[in-house]
C-alpha cells in the first residue's frame, strides 16, 4: 500500500509539473503575440503617419517626393512606439523600458519587445509565481508600388506588377496608404 501511495503521489507531482509547463508555454504564447501585435502597430502608424506628405506629393504632382516617400518613411518614432505600447498593453504586456520599442536594424520598421504583466502563476515548481513571459517582434514596411508614369494630374503606379492610376483631384478620392505599402512581420 505505501507503494502504491508514493507512485500516486509522484504522478500527482508530475501532473502538476505538466501543467506547470502548459501554463509556461501559454503565457509564452500570450508574450509572442502581443509582441508581434505591437510590432505590426508601430509599422503601421509609421506608415499612416506619411499620409499627409503622400498626399501633399500626390496633389503636387511631386514625383521625386513620391519617390522618396515609397522607398524611406519619415521617422515617426513617437507615434510608432505610442501605437505599439496600446496594443502591447491589449494584450496584457508591457514594452519593455527604456528601448523595448525602436526602429528596426537595416530594415523599414519596428522592433518591439514585451513583458507579460501576468506570470505563469503557482504551482508546484517554486518561483512560477512570479515568472513573466518576454518576447520580441519585428514588423516592416515595404513598398508595393514604383512609380510609373504622370498624365495631368493623374499618376501611374506598378503595384505588385500591376499598372495603377490614381487622380487626387478626382470627385470621392480617398487615399489609402495600404494601396502603396504592405506591412508585415519581418521572418
Known amino acids: 500500500m505505501g507503494i502504491y501511495i508514493v507512485a500516486m503521489a509522484a504522478l500527482f507531482f508530475l501532473g502538476f509539473a505538466f501543467f506547470a509547463v502548459g501554463q509556461a508555454a501559454v503565457v509564452r504564447n500570450s508574450a509572442q503575440t502581443a509582441a508581434d501585435s505591437a510590432a505590426l502597430a508601430a509599422a503601421r502608424a509609421d506608415r499612416?503617419?506619411?499620409h499627409d506628405a503622400f498626399l501633399s506629393a500626390l496633389r503636387s504632382g511631386d514625383l521625386v517626393q513620391l519617390g522618396l516617400l515609397l522607398q524611406n518613411l519619415g521617422q515617426h518614432d513617437a507615434e510608432a512606439c505610442a501605437a505599439a505600447s496600446a496594443y502591447a498593453g491589449e494584450n496584457n504586456a508591457a514594452v519593455d523600458?527604456?528601448?523595448?520599442?525602436?526602429?528596426?536594424?537595416?530594415?523599414?520598421?519596428?522592433?518591439?519587445?514585451?513583458?507579460?504583466?501576468?506570470?505563469?502563476?503557482?504551482?508546484v515548481i517554486d518561483g512560477t509565481e512570479a515568472k513573466h513571459a518576454k518576447a520580441t517582434a519585428t514588423a516592416v514596411v515595404e513598398p508595393r508600388c514604383g512609380l510609373g508614369d504622370k498624365d495631368g494630374n493623374a499618376i501611374g503606379f506598378i503595384c505588385n506588377?500591376?499598372?495603377?492610376?490614381?487622380?487626387?483631384?478626382?470627385?470621392?478620392?480617398?487615399?489609402?496608404?495600404?494601396t502603396f505599402y504592405t506591412v508585415h512581420l519581418s521572418k
Open 48 to 50: 499612416d503617419a506619411a
Open 161 to 178: 506588377g500591376d499598372h495603377v492610376t490614381v487622380d487626387p483631384t478626382a470627385g470621392g478620392f480617398v487615399l489609402d496608404l495600404s
Open 97 to 123: 523600458a527604456p528601448d523595448g520599442c525602436g526602429r528596426a536594424s537595416g530594415l523599414q520598421g519596428y522592433t518591439v519587445s514585451v513583458t507579460t504583466l501576468g506570470t505563469v502563476g503557482t504551482s
